[in-house]
C-alpha cells in the first residue's frame, strides 16, 4: 500500500510514519519541517519537503498516486491563530483544499483528516458528542472546522471517501514546548530546567489528554473502516492543568512551582470528548492513562536530556 501522510515530520505525524512503514507501507511525506524536524522522519519513509498549499505539493500527491493520504499538516498553535488568522487560514483552509483537489486528481481512495475538539469552543457539557454544535472561539478552530467542510462537500460532489478524527488534546514523546496543545511538553522541559511553570486561569481548567500512540492507533483503525465519519480520538477523562503540575511532581520527586496568569483569548475552560462512538464502530481503544502516558514521556524527555 502506497500512504502520504502530510505533516510526517512533526510530532504526531513522525510517529503515524513509524507505524505505517512498521506494517510494510510506503510512505511518502509532505512536510515543509517548519515545526516538524528532519531527525523524525522514519528512514524508511521518502520525504518531500513542501509547503501543503503549494502546487509542488500538489504535483507531488498527483505524480504518486496514493492509495490514501493522512492530512496531518497544520498550523496548530491557538494563540498563533489568534494573532495572524490569515496565515492559519492559509495552511489549514487552502493547504486542505489543495490536499483534497491533488487526491481527486490523483484518484486516491481516502483521505483521514486530523481535527480538532477546539471546533466546540467553549461547549458547556461534562462529554461533547460527535453531532453537539460546532462553535469554535479560536481562528484555528475555526479553520480546523472549514477543512472538514470542506471534505465532507468533496465527497459529496465528487465522491472522495474520509474520516475526520477530531484528536483531543495529543502529548507524549517528540512534542515541541509551545502553545497550548504542548501544555505537557512546556511543563516537562520547564521542570527539566528547573524553571515554573506559567499556568492561565486558576490551573482547573480541564482537558481530554490523549497519548500520542493512542492516535497512531486510532488513525490506523481508518484505513480500512469509518469511511464519511466524525469520530473523536480521545480518552473520554476530563483531567485539570493542576493535575498534570501534581502528576509530574510525582514522577520526578521534585517540586514544580507555578506562576498562575489570567486566561488568554481563545483558550477554552473545559473539554472532555466522549471517545464511544470510535471504540464501538472501529474497534479501538485507548491503551494509555494520564499516568501512563506521563509516564512514558518524562523519560524520554530524561533520556534526551542526558545526550
Not at 471517501?161 to 504542548?182: C, D, M, W
Request: glycine fraction near 10%; hydrophobic fraction near 40%; aromatic fraction near 8%.
Amino acid at each position: 500500500m502506497k500512504l502520504i501522510v502530510t505533516g510526517g515530520a512533526g510530532f504526531i505525524g513522525s510517529h503515524l510514519v513509524d507505524a505505517l512503514t512498521a506494517r510494510g507501507a510506503e510512505v511518502h511525506v509532505i512536510d515543509n519541517l517548519y515545526a516538524g524536524k528532519l531527525e523524525y522522519v522514519n528512514r524508511q519513509a521518502v520525504l518531500h519537503q513542501y509547503d501543503v498549499e503549494s502546487a509542488e505539493a500538489r504535483e507531488q500527491v498527483v505524480r504518486l498516486k496514493p492509495d490514501l493520504v493522512f492530512h496531518l499538516a497544520a498550523q496548530a498553535d491557538v494563540q498563533q491563530s489568534v494573532q495572524a488568522p490569515g496565515y492559519d487560514a492559509r495552511v489549514n483552509v487552502l493547504g486542505t483544499l489543495n490536499m483534497l483537489e491533488a487526491c481527486r486528481e490523483a484518484g486516491v481512495r481516502k483521505l483521514v483528516f486530523a481535527s480538532t475538539s477546539g471546533v466546540y469552543g467553549d461547549l458547556a457539557k461534562d462529554r461533547i458528542e460527535e453531532d453537539d454544535p460546532a462553535a469554535p472561539i479560536s481562528f484555528y478552530a475555526l479553520s480546523k472546522l472549514a477543512g472538514e467542510q470542506y471534505i465532507r462537500l468533496f465527497h459529496r460532489m465528487f465522491g472522495l471517501s474520509y474520516t475526520i478524527l477530531r484528536y483531543g488534546n495529543v502529548y507524549g514523546p517528540r512534542q515541541q514546548a509551545k502553545g497550548e496543545g504542548g501544555v505537557v511538553a512546556l511543563f516537562t522541559d520547564k521542570l527539566r530546567q528547573g524553571l515554573p511553570v506559567r499556568i492561565f486561569g486558576d490551573g482547573e481548567q480541564t482537558r481530554d489528554f490523549i497519548f500520542v500512540k493512542d492516535i497512531v492507533e486510532a488513525n490506523l483503525a481508518c484505513i480500512g473502516q469509518g469511511d464519511q465519519q466524525t469520530f473523536h480520538a480521545s480518552t473520554g477523562r476530563p483531567v485539570t492543568v493542576n493535575t498534570l503540575v501534581r502528576e509530574l511532581e510525582r514522577l520526578s520527586g521534585t517540586p514544580l512551582a507555578a506562576d498562575y496568569l489570567p486566561p488568554r483569548q481563545g483558550d477554552i475552560r473545559h473539554s472532555c470528548l466522549d471517545n464511544r462512538k470510535l471504540t464501538s464502530m472501529l474497534g479501538w481503544q485507548p491503551a494509555y492513562d494520564i499516568v501512563s502516558g506521563l509516564r512514558e514521556t518524562y523519560e524520554y524527555v530524561q533520556q534526551r536530556s542526558t545526550r
